[in-house]
């Protein structure tokens, strides 16, 4: 099974009206590649903070077919152009993502966690154990990526390991965040990484 890939957007932007025109511009570039958004916002609107220095940040994620695909995006003649639309409308970090399901539902909330690592043995044996309560939780790894498999397509150079979870509704997440042993878990991951987690509600999609 080919494994898809995801565009993540995460930034701040600064003039909604340059972004307004950008934004109408990508649906048939992604189309042609046969991209899609699974999840679009920033705070107030689809995208809630909850973990970490990030909190004015927006987000964008999408799939395609593969990660290879991703990039023909990034690269094509078509989004290069539109690219031109939103210069000096805002600051962003794209990346580029292996992934390693798709989303298990038409409407699924998201996990977004980007994660500095500081004690590399220590996160990967945390990483195991998220792993363990995702599962028990009914919810899906979408992408669990370590900083040097992200391909930085925009922004600073990749130095954050990038998780994407997938919950069957934005609620689901929410309550599985803030279950008492998953509370405990983030207490113990702390000490091994500085993460940024945002939760995305998915949005209406057609593969």
């Known amino acids: 099974m080919v494994q898809p890939g995801y565009l993540l957007v995460v930034g701040q932007s600064f003039e909604r009206k ?26 107030g609107r689809g995208v809630e903070h909850l973990e970490g220095g990030w909190s004015a940040h927006s987000a964008v994620l999408a799939q395609f077919p593969d990660k290879a695909s ?10 290069k152009k539109a690219k031109q639309l939103r210069v000096g409308a805002g600051t962003f970090q794209v990346s580029a993502l292996k992934g390693i399901a798709p989303p298990p539902s038409a409407l699924p909330g998201y996990l977004i966690s980007l994660a500095l690592v ?5 996160f990967d044996a945390a990483a195991k154990a998220e792993a363990a309560l995702i599962a028990g ?45 998953f509370v405990a878990f983030r207490a113990q991951r702390a000490a091994t990484a500085t993460v940024n987690t945002f939760l995305m509600a998915g949005i209406p999609r057609s593969a």
């Open 18 to 43: 340059k972004m307004g025109t950008y934004s109408a511009a990508l649906p048939p570039i992604y189309q042609a590649h046969g991209g899609f958004y699974l999840g679009i916002g920033g705070g």
């Open 70 to 79: 991703v990039n023909a995006f990034w690269t094509s003649d078509a989004y």
């Open 118 to 122: 500081l004690d590399r043995p220590a």
């Open 137 to 181: 939780a009914g919810m899906v790894d979408l992408v669990r990526s370590a900083a040097c498999d992200v391909d930085t397509l925009e922004g600073d150079p990749a130095v954050y390991d990038v998780a994407i979870v997938a919950s069957p509704t934005v609620e689901a997440a929410r309550t599985f965040w803030n279950a008492a042993e």
